[in-house]
């Protein structure tokens, strides 16, 4: 089992920054992708980023492309997602993810463990 907790979310501004943080602790030996995910009101959970614990590989929506950057920290066992230039349709409830997967993946269904969620709004 792997165990994920994001933090970081909050309200902002539009044009400011956020930084979103996600805790994994338990098993986390065989987690090879972690991910982030959003769900605004009303709309599907879509991808965000993706990260591999193993090689400097990242992949981004093109939604977010060049404004969200994804990183981690494998000695904390926690990633990232630093969000700059907010804007109000980036408003959603985040959600880290962790797949057993060794490949980078967008599909909220080919990842086994999820965190909670954190709000972000980013008002007009």
């Known amino acids: 089992q792997v165990q994920l907790v994001e933090s970081g979310g909050g309200f902002v501004q539009a044009g400011g920054s956020l930084r979103l943080s996600c805790a994994a602790s338990g098993r986390t030996y065989n987690t090879y992708v972690m991910g982030w995910f959003r769900q605004a009101p009303g709309k599907e959970r879509e991808f965000v980023a993706a990260i591999s614990w193993t090689v400097n590989n990242e992949y981004y929506a093109d939604s977010v492309k060049g404004r969200f950057t994804i990183s981690r920290d494998s000695g904390k066992n926690t990633f990232y997602l630093q969000m700059n230039s907010l804007k109000p349709e980036d408003t959603a409830v985040y959600y880290c993810?962790?797949?057993?997967?060794?490949?980078?993946?967008?599909?909220?269904?080919?990842?086994?463990?999820w965190g909670q969620g954190t709000q972000v709004t980013v008002s007009s």
């Open positions: 993810a962790a797949a057993r997967r060794d490949v980078l993946i967008s599909s909220p269904n080919e990842y086994d463990y």
